[in-house]
Nanobody, 124 residues
Framework: QVQLVESGGGLVQAGASLRLSCAASGRTFSRYAMGWFRQAPGKDREFVARISRSGGNTYYADSVKGRFAISRDNAKNTVYLQMNSLNPDDTAVYYC?????????????????WGQGTQVTVSS
C-alpha cells in the first residue's frame, strides 16, 4: 500500500503561482511513477503531468505545458507540482497518483494509488 497526501492548494488570483506537494508513505516511493490529475466540477478527471521513477522523464498535458513543472525528491518521498501563470481554467481539485508500471500513460485508470486531493481556486 502507498498512502498519498497532497497539500499546498488555495485561493489565488490569475497570474499567481502555487506549489503543490504530495507526500508518500508506505512502500518504496522510487518504485512508482507519479502523476498529477485534476477534476473541475462537472468534468472528468484530467491528466496534468507525470514523472518517471527516477525523475528523468516528465510529461505534460498541452494545457499546462510551459506553465507547470513536476518534480520529485525520492529522499523525501515527495512529488511536487509547481504551477505558474495560473488562470481560472486551472481551478479544480488536484490529485496525485502513483503508478507501479514504468510506461507512460495519462489514463487515470492505470494509476494504483490516489491522494484525497487539494483544492486550487484561481480568481479572475
Amino acid at each position: 500500500q502507498v498512502q498519498l497526501v497532497e497539500s499546498g492548494g488555495g485561493l489565488v488570483q490569475a497570474g499567481a503561482s502555487l506549489r503543490l506537494s504530495c507526500a508518500a508513505s508506505g512502500r518504496t516511493f522510487s518504485r512508482y511513477a507519479m502523476g498529477w490529475f485534476r477534476q473541475a466540477p462537472g468534468k472528468d478527471r484530467e491528466f496534468v503531468a507525470r514523472i518517471s521513477r527516477s525523475g528523468g522523464n516528465t510529461y505534460y498535458a498541452d494545457s499546462v505545458k510551459g506553465r507547470f513543472a513536476i518534480s520529485r525528491d525520492n529522499a523525501k518521498n515527495t512529488v511536487y507540482l509547481q504551477m505558474n501563470s495560473l488562470n481560472p481554467d486551472d481551478t479544480a481539485v488536484y490529485y496525485c497518483a502513483a503508478d507501479d508500471q514504468p510506461f507512460y500513460t495519462s489514463d487515470p485508470r492505470a494509476y494504483d494509488y490516489w491522494g484525497q486531493g487539494t483544492q486550487v481556486t484561481v480568481s479572475s
